[in-house]
C-alpha cells in the first residue's frame, strides 16, 4: 500500500510539473534582442562590416517545480528593419521585412548614409510595432585597432587610431 502511494504521488508530482511548463503564448514574440551589429561606425556610404542580428523571444515560460524559468525563440515571426529618419540615408541591403528562422533569429545588412553623424534603425514585429528595438550607427567616423586585449602595463599588438572623414570618405583629421 504505502509503495503505490509513494508512485501515485510521484506521478501526480510529475503530471503537475509537465503541464505547469506548457504555455499558450508560447509561440508568441515577446520581445527583440540584439545579438550583434548595433552601434558600429564608418565612412559614410559605406556598409557597414558587421551584419545585425536579432533574435525574436517569446514570454518566460514557468520552470520545473517552479524554477525560475527560460524565454525561448519563436521562429516565423516577420520582423521589419527601417530608418528612423529616411533623410540621413541609411539603408537596409536586401529585404526589409525578414522573418525569423527556427532559432528565432533575423538578420540585415546595412550600408551608412552620407549625412556625417548618428543614424538610427528600428526593428519591429510585423503587426505589433511595440515590440521594437533601436539601433545607433555612426556615419563620418572611423576606427581601427579596437577590441584587443592585454594585460595592464602591456602595450596593444595594433595601434588605435580613429579618422573622422567628410561626406566623400576624405579623412578630415
Do not use: W
Not at 33 to 43: E, I, L, P, W
Not at 64 to 75: R, Y
Not at 110 to 118: E, H, P, S, V, W
Not at 161 to 166: A, H, L
Amino acid at each position: 500500500m504505502y509503495r503505490s502511494s509513494l508512485l501515485l504521488l510521484g506521478m501526480v508530482l510529475v503530471a503537475g510539473a509537465l503541464v505547469g511548463c506548457q504555455s499558450d503564448d508560447e509561440g508568441q514574440p515577446e520581445r527583440l534582442v540584439v545579438r550583434s551589429g548595433a552601434a558600429q561606425c564608418g565612412v559614410a556610404g559605406s556598409e557597414c562590416g558587421e551584419v545585425v542580428s536579432l533574435e525574436v523571444l517569446g514570454p518566460k515560460q514557468r520552470g520545473l517545480l517552479g524554477g525560475s524559468g527560460h524565454t525561448k525563440p519563436v521562429p516565423g515571426v516577420a520582423v521589419r528593419f527601417e530608418a528612423l529618419d529616411p533623410a540621413s540615408g541609411l539603408a537596409i541591403l536586401g529585404d526589409q521585412t525578414v522573418t525569423s528562422d527556427q532559432g528565432g533569429s533575423v538578420r540585415c545588412r546595412i550600408q551608412l548614409g552620407n549625412r556625417f553623424g548618428d543614424q538610427y534603425l528600428r526593428a519591429y514585429v510585423v503587426g505589433d510595432p511595440a515590440i521594437s528595438v533601436n539601433l545607433r550607427f555612426v556615419a563620418g567616423i572611423s576606427k581601427s585597432g579596437d577590441r584587443q586585449e592585454t594585460l595592464a602595463g602591456q602595450e596593444l599588438a595594433r595601434p588605435l587610431s580613429v579618422t573622422i572623414t567628410d561626406e566623400t570618405g576624405k579623412a578630415t583629421s
